[in-house]
């Protein structure tokens, strides 16, 4: 079975601070990685993935994450936070030793950037 | 390019009364389709998927079903709605084929039931 941990609710930063919001995956086989943004009272946003190669993902927004595999850890960044940035990020796992293509889902973060 | 709609936006039902929540997808053909439901604007329940056309898998039993009549319409309904399927409804689509593809998700459906 595959998971995804977020394990912080919440995220504050300060506007112009660097972000950085955890995730953590438990998958058999490679993994495929995701991060998507919901903004309030709206569908969620597809802002990058992880297939294989470069462990450093870029993706919309000035967003990146990096992809570690001994730490099986996929954490979201961004150098400088912006308040336009504060929404809901959830991550998102499949693989192919997993059975199905259906990606499990993170329960979110809620970030909040200060102006 | 591709586009997903959803429709309604938001609906407030009485408890007991039927359900149809509609979704489309234009632009691609033969997509993955998915139904979802959050609550209290958190966690994604995954409720159903379609690989295609009349092809339902259900991952939570509940008073809900899903039908797809055609290729790109997805649709949810209900024949008695219960308090507790309150919530957000979103769904989406991928292309099918590949687990590295990602999800495109509609506005969503805010549905209260009182």
């Known amino acids: 079975a595959q998971s995804v941990a977020q394990p912080e609710d919440q995220v504050n930063v300060a506007e112009g601070n660097p972000l950085t919001v955890k995730c953590t995956y438990s998958?058999?086989?490679?993994?495929?990685l995701f991060w998507y943004v919901q903004y309030p009272n709206r569908g969620l946003q597809f802002l990058l993935k992880y297939i294989t190669g470069d462990n450093l993902v870029k993706g919309s927004y000035g967003f990146e994450a990096e992809f570690n595999k001994s730490q099986t850890s996929f954490h979201l960044k961004k150098p400088s936070a912006l308040v336009s940035d504060s929404a809901l990020y959830f991550c998102a796992v499949t693989g192919l030793g997993g059975g199905s293509y259906i990606p499990t889902f993170g329960r979110g973060t809620s970030l909040i950037v200060h102006p | 390019s591709q586009t997903i709609h959803q429709w309604p936006a938001t609906l407030v039902q009485p408890v007991g009364s039927p359900l149809s929540l509609e979704c489309t997808v234009e632009g691609t053909s033969n997509p993955n389709l998915y139904w979802y439901r959050q609550a209290a604007g958190r966690g994604l329940q995954l409720l159903f998927y379609?690989?295609?056309?009349?092809?339902i898998s259900s991952e939570v039993p509940q008073n809900l079903s899903a039908s797809r009549p055609q290729d790109r319409q997805f649709i949810l309904s209900s024949k008695k709605l219960l308090l507790s399927d309150s919530g957000f409804y979103l769904c989406?689509?991928?292309?099918?084929?590949?687990?590295?593809?990602?999800?495109?998700f509609g506005p969503g459906t805010r549905l209260t039931v009182l």
């Open positions: 379609s690989v295609g056309i009349g092809q």
């Open positions: 998958v058999s086989g490679n993994p495929y």
């Open positions: 989406a689509w991928s292309y099918s084929g590949d687990l590295y593809n990602e999800q495109f």
